[in-house]
């Protein structure tokens, strides 16, 4: 059952159009990420579906109901925003509370929401607690409990980690991802953060220029890109991409040129025919190249470190090669000075080759 639908929705500000002709359904308990550089879209595609932004054209139901020009209150929705927006001068417990007695709810009722999400993000021994008291990460909690205790279907996330630093944003990561489990309610989350997109989606929308580039789930956004802006925006570092074009083998099967050197597409499963001479660019991430040693199906190609970044768990290789230079992912136990020659193999199977005119998948 549909959630949340946005059809054919239109937002102009004067003569500039952020968003145009956009539709999107997303599913009763889904989790979805609005996923993209800032100005692309996301938060004011999200601020639409709250309210908080009259649409120029077009319908947004939640729940089946229209709700294109409802208050934001009358929606069913809770938001949690990128600030904590908290009143400084109230306990939190009067913070989680606030809204509920607005709302006229019997005490009972409002004392039942309140124990129910301190135990859930467990803030309990922080409900007499001000703001001002609290951590970075214990604020946002209560910014999320607050929307919580309004017991409704859909959550909406503005980039709620972004304000956190690395570690907090990890282990609120994971208590957003437990909520999300526990509650199974439908969720859209923004953020430009492709780690905690990839981590909590359920499935993902990238955006770019207020158009949704690809809607899929996180396995398929990150191995099957539907083109070049996508393939490049996920992944850190960012996909390798070599240009080239199809041309046929000593052998009569099709391969892949690039500055001279010449790559077997065995394994490689094409949407479109790969006839030789097409203008293509192969896109292949830095974990699917394997160092000195052949992938499935693999050829050995020579290649030069030019520099090596420890980085713990595995290492990253900068490799020149077939007049690119390319990142290269490593175990971390491997080793290798600047100025070594090495060979590569690829993983055909987990590669991609993207239209050099159009830059869509081939």
């Given at each position: 059952?549909?959630?949340?639908?946005?059809?054919d929705?239109?937002?102009?500000?004067?003569?500039?159009?952020?968003?145009?002709?956009?539709?999107?359904?997303?599913?009763?308990?889904?989790?979805?990420?609005l996923?993209?550089?800032?100005?692309?879209?996301?938060s004011?595609?999200?601020?639409?579906?709250?309210?908080?932004?009259?649409i120029?054209?077009?319908?947004?139901f939640?729940?089946?109901?229209?709700?294109?020009?409802?208050?934001?209150?009358?929606?069913?929705?809770?938001?949690?925003?990128?600030?904590?927006?908290?009143y400084?001068?109230?306990?939190?417990?009067?913070?989680l509370?606030?809204?509920?007695?607005?709302?006229?709810?019997?005490?009972?009722?409002?004392?039942?929401?309140?124990?129910?999400?301190?135990?859930?993000?467990?803030?309990?021994?922080?409900?007499?607690?001000?703001?001002?008291?609290?951590?970075?990460?214990?604020?946002?909690?209560?910014?999320?409990?607050?929307?919580?205790?309004?017991?409704?279907?859909?959550?909406?996330?503005?980039?709620?980690?972004?304000?956190?630093?690395?570690?907090?944003?990890?282990?609120?990561?994971?208590?957003?991802?437990?909520?999300?489990?526990?509650?199974?309610?439908?969720?859209?989350?923004?953020?430009?953060?492709?780690?905690?997109?990839?981590?909590?989606?359920?499935?993902?929308?990238?955006?770019?220029?207020?158009?949704?580039?690809?809607?899929?789930?996180?396995?398929?956004?990150?191995?099957?890109?539907?083109?070049?802006?996508?393939?490049?925006?996920?992944?850190?570092?960012?996909?390798?991409?070599?240009?080239?074009?199809?041309?046929?083998?000593?052998?009569?099967?099709?391969?892949?040129?690039?500055?001279?050197?010449?790559?077997?597409?065995?394994?490689?499963?094409?949407?479109?025919?790969?006839?030789?001479g097409?203008?293509?660019?192969?896109?292949?991430?830095?974990?699917?190249?394997?160092?000195?040693?052949?992938?499935?199906?693999?050829?050995?190609?020579?290649?030069?470190?030019d520099?090596?970044?420890?980085?713990?768990?595995?290492?990253?290789?900068?490799?020149?090669?077939?007049?690119?230079?390319?990142?290269?992912?490593?175990?971390?136990?491997?080793?290798?000075?600047?100025?070594?020659?090495?060979?590569?193999?690829?993983?055909?199977?987990?590669?991609?080759?993207?239209?050099?005119?159009?830059?869509?998948?081939?």
């Open positions: 059952m549909t959630s949340v639908s946005v059809k929705l239109r937002l102009s500000f004067g003569q500039v159009t952020v968003l145009d002709q956009l539709n999107l359904d997303i599913q009763e308990g889904e989790f979805l990420v996923l993209g550089s800032s100005g692309c879209g996301k004011t595609l999200l601020n639409c579906i709250a309210g908080l932004l009259d120029t054209d077009g319908q947004i939640i729940n089946g109901r229209n709700v294109t020009w409802d208050e934001p209150k009358d929606r069913g929705i809770g938001m949690v925003f990128q600030s904590y927006a908290l400084p001068q109230m306990t939190v417990e009067k913070n509370s606030f809204g509920l007695k607005v709302a006229k709810l019997p005490q009972g009722e409002i004392d039942k929401r309140v124990a129910r999400a301190a135990e859930i993000l467990q803030i309990g021994p922080l409900l007499k607690r001000k703001p001002s008291e609290l951590s970075g990460g214990q604020r946002q909690r209560v910014a999320i409990g607050r929307a919580l205790v309004r017991d409704v279907d859909v959550f909406l996330f503005d980039e709620p980690l972004s304000n956190l630093d690395a570690k907090l944003r990890s282990e609120l990561r994971v208590e957003i991802k437990r909520l999300h489990q526990s509650l199974k309610n439908t969720m859209i989350y923004v953020t430009h953060d492709q780690i905690e997109a990839l981590t909590l989606a359920d499935r993902i929308a990238i955006m770019k220029g207020g158009v949704i580039q690809q809607l899929a789930d996180p396995n398929t956004i990150y191995n099957a890109p539907r083109n070049m802006f996508v393939a490049g925006f996920i992944g850190s570092p960012s996909m390798n991409f070599l240009k080239g074009e199809i041309a046929t083998g000593a052998d009569g099967k099709t391969v892949f040129v690039a500055g001279g050197v010449t790559f077997s597409l065995n394994g490689y499963r094409a949407g479109d025919p790969l006839l030789p097409r203008k293509v660019v192969l896109g292949v991430r830095p974990e699917h190249v394997a160092v000195d040693e052949a992938a499935a199906g693999g050829e050995l190609h020579e290649a030069v470190v520099i090596e970044e420890p980085m713990g768990a595995d290492n990253l290789l900068w490799l020149k090669h077939a007049g690119h230079t390319m990142a290269v992912r490593t175990a971390g136990s491997r080793r290798f000075r600047p100025g070594t020659k090495v060979r590569l193999s690829f993983d055909m199977s987990l590669a991609s080759l993207f239209d050099a005119a159009t830059e869509e998948r081939i």
